[in-house]
């Protein structure tokens, strides 16, 4: 199973940034997927979740209003769109694919990560 992010980058405060996820190797439209988020010196923190319908989506109170998680399982591809980008949102971006249909905030509960992606928040 594979899962590689990209639409990192430099963007400035308020400014807004489109992540992607392709994945291969497994049966994508099987399993929920979420973002994740690591900045250096910190832990690996959860920023959104959906089911694998993608009739159901998840946030934490961070990026709550500003973030929307979607997928297009017809393409195999899970996207993170986010606007109104702080500063505090630098981090390396990580997508993962959960064991099994239901969403979670939890990061064992999801089997597959991908290398992360660099979003950098500055003006």
């Known amino acids: 199973a594979q899962l590689a992010e990209s639409g990192g980058g430099l963007a400035q405060p308020g400014g807004s940034l489109r992540l992607s996820c392709a994945a291969s190797?497994?049966?994508?439209?099987?399993?929920?997927m979420g973002w994740f988020r690591q900045a250096p010196g910190k832990e690996r923190e959860f920023v959104a979740a959906?089911?694998?319908?993608?009739?159901?989506?998840y946030y934490s109170d961070s990026v709550k209003g500003r973030f929307t998680v979607s997928r297009d399982n017809t393409k195999n591809t899970l996207y993170l769109q986010m606007d109104g980008l702080k500063p505090e949102d630098s981090a390396d971006y990580f997508c993962?694919?959960?064991?099994?249909?239901?969403?979670?905030?939890?990061?064992?509960?999801?089997?597959?990560w991908g290398q992360g992606t660099q979003v950098t928040v500055s003006s």
């Open positions: 190797g497994f049966t994508f439209g099987h399993h929920a």
């Open positions: 959906i089911t694998y319908l993608g009739t159901s989506t």
């Open positions: 993962a694919a959960a064991r099994g249909s239901y969403a979670s905030s939890d990061r064992s509960a999801y089997r597959y």
